[in-house]
């Protein structure tokens, strides 16, 4: 039996700006990752999006990024592991508020934007992450891109860890994802991200922007909240994965 969790990011509107289709999008996932205020959210947004979350009875992880606001935490910045384990620290408090006073648990953190990708190839920055996370609930998942080093560092300091895909990016050979600002880096068809996305379910492959397929392990799929077909995407992937033998379940029942 094939097992996957479907997350997406979301939480992300800020004041009267709206991004994202967070009422349609969480009824069909089964994890959610809720930005702490840092890239995107505010206090209003956070407590709605947990009411939504929380309505829905799906997993509720946080989403902690870079303070970076007009470039939504997708510029990389230099930080130190010391910085970078604190910017997480700051963020999980921040969600963790809203979640004790509505009575959730939180399952999972998964970085963010720049931070996750940096994360994904520094081992320091991973590790300092990985160690403000256990210092902060040492039963939290870790959720990160597969076969990169926030994964290896969650797996070395005993953390539940689990590796993520995703529905509408492409990849390089080393397992990375494709930058954004190069030709092709998004997948924009529906039914292209499908078929992509079953085969690393049950055959852990994906072929790189290259041609090449490449080794890749499938815990959870994430479809970006902001992304303009990201609906199109959760609903074509639940109707498939579970024609194809694939229960779609919450991290929680993974890890």
Do not use: W
């Amino acid at each position: 039996m094939f097992r996957v969790d479907l997350n997406s990011d979301l939480g992300e509107s800020f004041g009267n700006y709206k991004i994202g289709s967070d009422a349609e999008i969480i009824p069909l996932a089964t994890s959610v990752n809720v930005a702490c205020g840092y890239h995107a959210s505010d206090p209003m947004v956070m407590s709605r999006t947990l009411d939504l979350a929380g309505a829905a009875g799906i997993g509720i992880g946080a989403h902690p990024g870079f303070p970076d606001l007009m470039g939504f935490g997708r510029r990389e910045m230099a930080v130190s592991p010391e910085e970078g384990k604190n910017y997480v620290l700051y963020q999980l408090g921040a969600l963790d508020a809203f979640c004790r006073t509505k009575g959730l648990k939180m399952q999972h953190v998964k970085p963010h934007g720049a931070l996750y990708n940096m994360a994904a190839k520094d081992y320091a920055l991973a590790q300092a992450i990985c160690e403000g996370i256990k210092e902060f609930d040492s039963d939290l998942i870790v959720l990160a891109l597969s076969g990169g080093e926030l994964a290896r560092a969650a797996m070395d300091m005993g953390l539940r860890t689990a590796q993520e895909v995703f529905s509408d990016r492409a990849y390089e050979e080393d397992g990375t994802l494709v930058n954004r600002r190069k030709p092709g880096a998004m997948i924009t068809d529906e039914d292209e991200a499908v078929r992509r996305i079953v085969r690393m379910v049950k055959e852990q492959k994906v072929t790189a922007i290259t041609g090449r397929d490449i080794p890749i392990k499938a815990d959870s799929i994430c479809v970006h909240g902001d992304g303009a077909k990201a609906l199109a995407f959760v609903k074509g992937l639940r109707e498939t994965l579970t024609a194809e033998g694939v229960e779609v379940c919450p991290l929680s029942k993974i890890c």
